[in-house]
């Protein structure tokens, strides 16, 4: 004995009126689409700002290290510069030690 498996056959739904619901939808929930929008805008701005500022670090680093390749000082964003005898002109012990202590960590595969 065969069964046959009833099927509800809705009326197939066109891309045009696919697109219009999801609009009405994002049109009803305007607010919360542009939140949304506007707070990953925010959050790509905020991690490039980040991965820009840690690349200037690095260029720091490496301007102050001795020996280094590097002859002219690393360009600061908008044009400014720290003044003369700034903590970043002349890195202190602490910042050797934690950057010895990061490349011991980086070799050695430890957190």
Known sequence: MRFRARS???PAAGDGALIRRMLGLAW???RGCFQALGLQVLLLVL???????????VDIIRYHLPGAAITKPPRWPCGWTPPRGHASARPSRKCWRMTRCGRSSAVRGMP
């Open 8 to 10: 509800r056959s809705a």
């Open 47 to 57: 991690a490039l700002s980040g991965l820009g500022l840690m690349g200037l670090g």
């Open 28 to 30: 009803r929930y305007r």
